[in-house]
């Protein structure tokens, strides 16, 4: 790589500014343009930077639009936890047996000094602090960095958590911007996703709750001792009534999204009710569809589903979607958003990856 103190284009060391990168370096826009297409290769699109009340965080060094894959990793470590007698100690020898590089770089990570203090975290992994430091440090950055590895693909799958270099830099919010994904040819490697268009500079963030829960609920979830996290984001700083209607919202989707389909819809009373029941949970979904893109596409999937049992049984039925129901997903899919709904399902799982496209084509047939 050419010195960051001359043009990586031209060689001037006359007004050089680094790319955000910190992998080049120009003397002006048209050498940066000029030399895009070589530099495009090795420009990463996020930086490690400090964040104000974070620490470490990833931040984006362009314009990131929605459904780019922003980058993949493999796992610096891999726990099987279906395994009964999974055993702290055993883990901790084979962590020692990695590469000293590997090894640095986990040990890198937040580590949350302290959580050995919780007894029940303590007691429930039989760690003994003082006479096994190192082994209770691994097992701190562990805990407070792995993530359940990847969509279920096949029941024969394996139970895993896995602690990513990368990934584990991503900081909370509950109005995040990525997803992570996983694809059935590479189970262990792991795909981060724009959500959303990012901006140039603008900081990645994840849902570490990933469920709808309530502002109560994810603030449990979030002040656990390996985290501590005091989440400030647009939904958690919204005043006591939109939280309240926020929450209710959750509630409502969640609800649905409980429910077993299958079983509601025995018979054509029951499929018409559970079809406008359905139909209301996704406006409601629409209505906060930031939050609630992992449940969209599949209470998409669902209501095309059912309305597509409903329109093969032609007379034999009588149904008409709800007028307020109508009005909203028309202003949202178009005058035929019923008929739109399939593709509807696959556009928005395909933001989120393979996972959920996966998903949806195996329940929905979308």
């Keep these: 790589m050419a010195s960051l103190s001359s043009c990586s284009t031209c060689g001037s060391t006359t007004s050089v500014k680094q790319c955000s990168c910190g992998q080049a370096a120009y003397c002006g826009k048209a050498c940066q343009v000029k030399d895009w297409r070589r530099h495009?290769?090795?420009c990463s699109m996020v930086v490690v930077k400090e964040i104000d009340g974070k620490g470490k965080g990833l931040v984006a060094t362009r314009k990131i639009p929605a459904g780019m894959v922003i980058f993949a990793e493999d796992p610096l470590f891999v726990i099987n936890t279906s395994e009964a007698n999974m055993k702290v100690q055993e883990e901790f020898e084979?962590?020692?047996?990695?590469?000293?590089?590997?090894?640095?770089?986990?040990?890198?990570?937040f580590d949350p000094v302290g959580l050995e203090l919780d007894e029940s975290w303590e007691k429930s992994y039989n760690l003994d602090v003082r006479k096994k430091p190192q082994v209770t440090k691994f097992w701190r950055i562990y805990s407070a960095n792995a993530i359940e590895v990847g969509f279920k693909f096949n029941n024969e799958q394996d139970d895993l958590s896995a602690v990513y270099k990368l990934f584990s830099r991503i900081n909370h919010a509950c109005f995040s911007n990525v997803n992570p994904d996983w694809k059935p040819e590479n189970p262990l490697q792991i795909e981060i996703r724009a959500a959303t268009t990012i901006k140039k500079g603008e900081e990645l963030t994840v849902d570490y709750?990933?469920?709808?829960?309530?502002?109560?609920?994810?603030?449990?979830?979030?002040?656990?001792?390996?985290?501590?996290?005091r989440c400030q984001c647009r939904v958690c700083s919204l005043s006591e009534e939109e939280r309240d209607r926020n929450n209710e919202l959750?509630?409502?989707?969640?609800?649905?999204?409980?429910?077993?389909?299958m079983e509601q819809c025995v018979n054509p009373l029951g499929l018409?009710?559970?079809?406008?029941?359905?139909?209301?949970?996704?406006?409601?979904?629409?209505?906060i569809e930031h939050e609630a893109r992992i449940a969209l596409p599949l209470l998409?999937?669902?209501?095309?589903?059912?309305?597509?049992?409903?329109?093969?049984?032609?007379?034999?039925?009588?149904?008409?979607?709800?007028?307020?129901v109508k009005t909203k997903l028309k202003g949202r899919l178009g005058p035929n958003f019923l008929e739109a709904l399939k593709s509807e399902t696959r556009v928005r799982a395909e933001v989120l990856g393979k996972g959920m496209v996966e998903i949806v084509k195996d329940r929905y047939d979308c």
């Design 250 to 261: 959750r509630n409502f989707i969640h609800f649905h999204l409980d429910v077993n389909v």
């Design 300 to 324: 998409l999937g669902r209501c095309s589903f059912m309305y597509l049992v409903v329109k093969s049984l032609g007379n034999r039925i009588s149904w008409q979607c709800p007028t307020d």
């Design 209 to 229: 709750v990933g469920e709808l829960l309530t502002w109560q609920e994810r603030m449990v979830r979030l002040n656990q001792l390996k985290w501590s996290i």
């Design 94 to 109: 084979r962590f020692e047996n990695l590469d000293g590089n590997l090894k640095e770089e986990f040990l890198a990570l």
């Design 272 to 287: 018409i009710k559970t079809l406008n029941d359905h139909l209301q949970a996704l406006v409601a979904c629409y209505s």
């Design 40 to 42: 495009k290769q090795e």
